[in-house]
């Protein structure tokens, strides 16, 4: 039975989480063999968006397709990339006229793999309904691949759940990203499609959700507007694997990665 | 040097998820040698809450203390028991003159330990503020005893982490609660607490967040009032174990905890 | 210059409102010389929502449209006369396949009069693009009549100033429903668009927006979820009169109204 | 009976809020026979904040008071200024250690004036409790003054009628502010308090709450972050005044004013 396997990195959270990432990028695909990377990168630049430069820079060094979400807009020189580049993808359900795309079809060895993305509104901006805006477009995606990866940048772990049920079935792994911590409870639908909550962020361990803790934490104390910077530190990169079955799409197999792993700051055992 | 090992478990949801409990309790224990048992039960009831005759079987059962979130106040049945119930907490940083109290401090045969229950603010009702609150009752405990957990029931990870590294060397464990997703960055902090941004919830699986999946989608799909209805199926406990040192309360260990598994919905690997 | 007068009356609370309401709107139609007349009834039945009986009552007392908010869908049993009473509008931006329609064209002795309900998303549930559902069904309702109404049912007063300016001069008026006091704001944009933030609501006037002040009071000191009851006492009616030119649709006129004024209230002067 | 009369001024928004408020401050003042001018400035600097020249400025031109609201920390450079002019409040409900303070006495040839500044929490930013704190700081203000005016800087038109209703016969006015729309509703509470929900803006009036109507609804149109910024053209000042008894503080008269009119907008009646 022929594989395809897809490796999801969240994410990438300024300076320390691109030079991971660009560091771990080739090794780990080689030594997960995967056929395909999609990388969140909406907070690559100073946490708050991302540039040409960066989003070039990820592409060379061997990411597949970088996803962004509500920070896809944090950086103005990013627009015209967004109608250019294929490859970079913001969420679909933003009001037309938006610069972009939220979802493209990208030839692999194996299979074409499409790739959607799509945001929350629990505790977010209302964009239009991801639950339609799915049905829309994945009756355009399925009819030109099996292979189908959502990225579902949200908040609320019930909406996220929800996404999950609405579509399993009809794609082969809904992961979600956005609150940048790693959740544990990777599995499969009953119906064939990967599910993941959160794959967590690629930035500083010693963060705040990769910003300064002296920061993020004098907002909570103050309520004063603060300038987020991002941590330093040494960083982890959080990723999860997907195998699928390239001839039903569907997904037999979901591994979730934290590189490294930091063992140690769980205690001796 | 001696030990205290105390088992955390998170919001329990419904029948399936306080017979998993009650079936599971004892056993896993014995099994982890836990010298003490910290139960969120604010879904106990249908999914909103808690009644006394719950409350007292899960107190019967083994549970040492039972901790609720906003959810403290769905059956008002449970307010008279709130103030007379010293194993019973809701969140500490509700307005005074509201039933119960948020904290307390219960012996063991190895060391009296101290439990503090906080809520968040960040999508959620404006409580009173954790960090303040936090500041003024750890004074309080740690006069008392060096060995404390506090359970932070909040919903954005910013918020959770941030009081993490704010209590950070000042008590044994931040756990926090709420999402009903088990997260996967437990880790001890610098300064020796123990933190978990979410413990996940026990209840059933083929769920949103224990609630069955059409009525939450229902929900989702047309923004119209549903009624909520806890999920049927089989259910998984989520708990996290942490091993604290009795004389200077810090963490040396901490380990997440999921029964039953079901690797298999992670796929064949 | 044939002119049209429209008054809209503000939404209607409980019994104290329907009481005041049946009792004024006869004698206001005639004095104000109104040809036609629509009504926020969104919280006519014990303050959420309305049942079949309570909108056939008010729909045979005179009010030619009743229009309704985020509270049209409290009482379950006005389901099913949303999909057959042409007179009984809920928003338009509801996802599909909700009971009911937003807009209808009725016939006066004048000229046809169309009414469009929109609800705002600032600080309320995702609804769907309230700009864009503008757009789409003002297309079909200006081939069919000049005359328009809009009840804009919205929090935040930009956005409901946002919809003003977007719609100045496609339709005959904008007027603000939801809040339940009335603004001083009213005037006619520059292309022809009668605006007003809110016209306020027809309810007790010793409350807090037409509930018990005891209940909501408690709710806000406590943060316990409390049971919602209509004040009782005496009721003010709040509504505005728009005046249109028949053949342009453009407003020439546009007037509030408050009955009984309570004058008193204000102070000596 | 002795008499003391206070002009309370909506949020200036930018420099034709400004010019207009220097403009008419001493002529209104006059005709008005204020005792006491109190001005909501929290958007005099570009819409967001106030800096120390533009607070310098306003209080040499007449102003007693100058308030804030959510906006006090727009522009960091007023942060010394709010600890060293007492003439200057923000809110009293931030947490400890944020610059400034919220309340004050001020002398006036026939009665000290108290004026305490509070903000809502629905809707906004979770400051502490205003009910509690405004308990608190009364209990202080009342024992020096019998004259009192509390600016309620929220959101939600019920969090300020509740607070209205919760300081009824215990301060001679509560006017709302934030919203920048006037609303229609004064009058005087049972117990002899003024009230108004909101007071309005000072600022220009082809604007949405001030700011450039074009720019604002591309971020409706679109979700995109924009630059907000002050609309052109004329503007209207709005406000209030209200009538005390100087030996009770009771209120005997409230009264909205809006400079110019601009009735014809109103249409031809
Ligand atoms: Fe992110
Ligand atoms: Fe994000
Ligand atoms: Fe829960
Ligand atoms: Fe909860
Ligand atoms: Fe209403
Ligand atoms: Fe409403
Ligand atoms: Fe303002
Ligand atoms: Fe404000």
Chains 1, 2, 3, 4 share one sequence.
Not at 59 to 77: M, S
């Amino acid at each position: 039975m022929p594989h395809l396997r897809l490796l999801m990195i969240g994410d990438v959270v300024g300076r320390p989480g691109r030079e991971l990432l660009l560091h771990l990028l080739k090794p780990l695909r080689e030594e997960l063999q995967a056929d395909f990377v999609v990388v969140n990168a909406e907070n690559a630049a100073g946490g708050i968006g991302i540039t040409p430069a960066l989003a070039t820079e990820m592409l060379e060094a061997g990411a597949d397709v970088l996803t962004l979400g509500n920070h896809a807009w944090g950086k103005r020189d990013i627009y015209p990339m967004l109608d250019t580049e294929a490859r970079l993808l913001r969420p679909a359900n933003y009001p037309p006229l938006v610069p972009g795309r939220g979802w493209g079809i990208y030839p692999t060895q194996k299979a074409p793999v499409g790739v959607l993305v799509l945001q929350g509104r629990t505790f977010m901006d209302p964009v239009d309904d991801p639950f339609r805006t799915a049905d829309d477009l994945l009756t355009l995606l399925r009819s030109q691949t099996s292979i189908i990866l959502v990225d579902f940048h949200a908040e609320a772990t019930s909406e996220k759940q929800a996404l999950g049920w609405h579509l399993d079935g009809k794609v082969g792994a809904v992961i979600g990203t956005h609150t940048h911590v790693q959740t544990a409870d990777e599995r499969i639908l009953p119906k064939g499609s990967a599910y993941l909550t959160d794959v967590g962020m690629t930035g500083p361990i010693d963060s705040i959700i990769g910003m300064d803790c002296n920061v993020v934490l004098e907002r909570f104390r103050t309520l004063l507007p603060v300038r987020m910077e991002v941590a330093e530190g040494p960083a982890q990169l959080s990723g999860v694997l997907v195998e699928l079955d390239t001839e039903t799409g569907r997904a037999h197999r979901i591994h979730r990665i934290q590189r490294p792993e930091y063992i140690h700051q769980r205690g001796d055992s």
